[in-house]
């Protein structure tokens, strides 16, 4: 596929089993390898692409839902996962990213020193999940209301506010994997822990702006 194409064709949302389907973890040791040979976005959805929207979900949430710091990183991702939240939304199957994203270096090398916490935690949900409740991970309702959580969690995740960033991307991390594995109980506490990610969010945001406008009071005042 040529890099320049700017529309990655996917495979349908949540991605139909193949005969031998690589796990997760495999993926991700590829991805984030230090001799990656992907060096732009387009090239690491291209890469993805032939796996599964969840799968490229999982990937730009991973990085920033680890407690540790990937700076700059949770804004630049939250760009294409929003775009993936939209596309849900209408209902779409393919990822699309600007040119300019598209275009945009990706550093796998600098993120290659999370990669053993990344593992570990994929390696730990994969020992728990599996296919439960898959109509309702499939289902045309639930499908709508993921595309708005979605699209919510990542305009928190772009924000540059200390305490917006992890939290959001953890419960598009969990959305991703029960996607991928059709897991409905895992699906669900995905909904739950991203409900309260973005009412703490939100907290944040409401407490920052109270405090910078009492503090503006007090200066003027």
Not at 117 to 137: D, G, H, N, Q, T
Not at 141 to 164: D, E, H, N, Q
Request: charged share 15%; proline share 6%.
């Amino acid at each position: 596929m040529n890099a320049q194409q700017p529309i990655e064709e996917v495979n349908s949302f949540p991605s139909p089993e193949p005969a031998v389907r690589r796990k997760l973890s495999d993926i991700l040791g590829t991805v984030f390898s230090e001799n990656s040979n992907i060096h732009t976005y387009g090239e690491l959805v291209d890469e993805l692409s032939h796996h599964g929207m969840a799968v490229v979900l999982i990937i730009f949430s991973i990085p920033s839902a680890l407690p540790i710091p990937a700076a700059g990183y949770s804004t630049v991702l939250s760009i294409p996962l929003m775009v993936i939240g939209l596309r849900v939304l209408l209902g779409k199957d393919t990822v699309w990213l600007p040119e300019k994203m598209r275009n945009r270096e990706f550093r796998a090398d600098k993120l290659a020193k999370l990669k053993r916490a990344m593992l570990k935690l994929v390696l730990l949900i994969e020992k728990f999940s599996k296919p439960r409740y898959a109509a309702f991970v499939k289902s045309s309702s639930t499908r709508i209301f993921l595309g708005l959580l979605i699209c919510a969690l990542s305009v928190s995740m772009a924000l540059p506010i200390p305490g917006t960033n992890t939290l959001p991307a953890g419960g598009i991390f969990l959305i991703g994997f029960s996607l991928l594995e059709d897991d409905g109980i895992l699906l669900v506490l995905g909904i739950l822990y991203s409900l309260v990610a973005l009412t703490l969010s939100t907290l944040i945001i409401w407490f920052g702006y109270e405090i910078v406008k009492a503090t503006i009071h007090g200066l003027i005042g």
